[in-house]
T-cell receptor, first 113, second 112 residues
Framework: QKEVEQNSGPLSVPEGAIASLNCTYS??????FFWYRQYSGKSPELIMF????GDKEDGRFTAQLNKASQYVSLLIRDSQPSDSATYLC?????????????FGAGTTVTVRA | DAGITQSPRHKVTETGTPVTLRCHQT?????MYWYRQDPGHGLRLIHY???????DKGEVSDGYSVSRSKTEDFLLTLESATSSQTSVYFC???????????FGPGTRLLVL
């Protein structure tokens, strides 16, 4: 079982719609959760992080965390063509020596005009 | 890219040659990381550093070594490059343990 799993996509949504991305993780001891966006040929850039159960909103982005279900999601409201990218879920946990950040393989999102 | 540069940005080399990639940060962050990114595998940690001369292995460290002689510089060395090390390499930094990681622009390495 992979530590962090995401649907690879591609997820195609019309402009203006809501894109919903899901991520599950295997380690119940995971403590912090991150969403990165990566445009083709570019480096990952942080969208947002979440530590506590519930929702966290930042502009058009909402992260949702449910630790009991080991599930974190990202909603993109009013999707724009500029949101077309691969979205990486990352989960931080304290390992034997230090914190370890594990990444999912990413979900590719295409916003069609 | 949060004050992080990587050099070179692109490199083509031959199997068996040594290769060194450099990561330089201007943020004075304590932690620095080297990842590789391959299709279907996502980002995988190679090595990381938690201070000058303090380094540790990640999940895919075989064939790689690192050094950190200054806070701002973290070097990744492939002692004898193999075709399986063809990848995109990203450096990342974080202020401290468990903190958010910020990524450099990446280095595309092709080993022929």
């Amino acid at each position: 079982q992979k530590e962090v799993e995401q649907n690879s996509g591609p997820l195609s949504v019309p402009e203006g719609a809501i894109a919903s991305l899901n991520c599950t993780y295997s380690d119940r001891g995971s403590q912090s959760f991150f969403w990165y966006r990566q445009y083709s040929g570019k480096s990952p850039e942080l969208i947002m992080f979440i530590y506590s159960n519930g929702d966290k909103e930042d502009g058009r982005f909402t992260a949702q965390l449910n630790k009991a279900s080991q599930y974190v999601s990202l909603l993109i409201r009013d999707s724009q063509p500029s949101d077309s990218a691969t979205y990486l879920c990352a989960v931080n946990r304290l390992g034997s020596n230090d914190y370890k950040l594990s990444f999912g393989a990413g979900t590719t999102v295409t916003v069609r005009a | 890219d949060a004050g992080i540069t990587q050099s070179p940005r692109h490199k083509v080399t031959e199997t068996g040659t040594p290769v060194t990639l450099r990561c330089h940060q201007t943020e004075n962050h304590r932690y620095m990381y080297w990842y590789r990114q391959d299709p279907g595998h996502g980002l995988r940690l190679i090595h990381y550093s938690y201070g000058v001369k303090d380094t540790d292995k990640g999940e895919v460290s075989d064939g790689y070594s690192v050094s950190r002689s200054k806070t701002e510089d973290f070097l990744l060395t492939l002692e004898s490059a193999t075709s399986s090390q063809t990848s995109v390499y990203f450096c990342a930094i974080s202020l401290d343990r468990g903190e958010t990681q910020y990524f450099g622009p990446g280095t595309r390495l092709l080993v022929l």
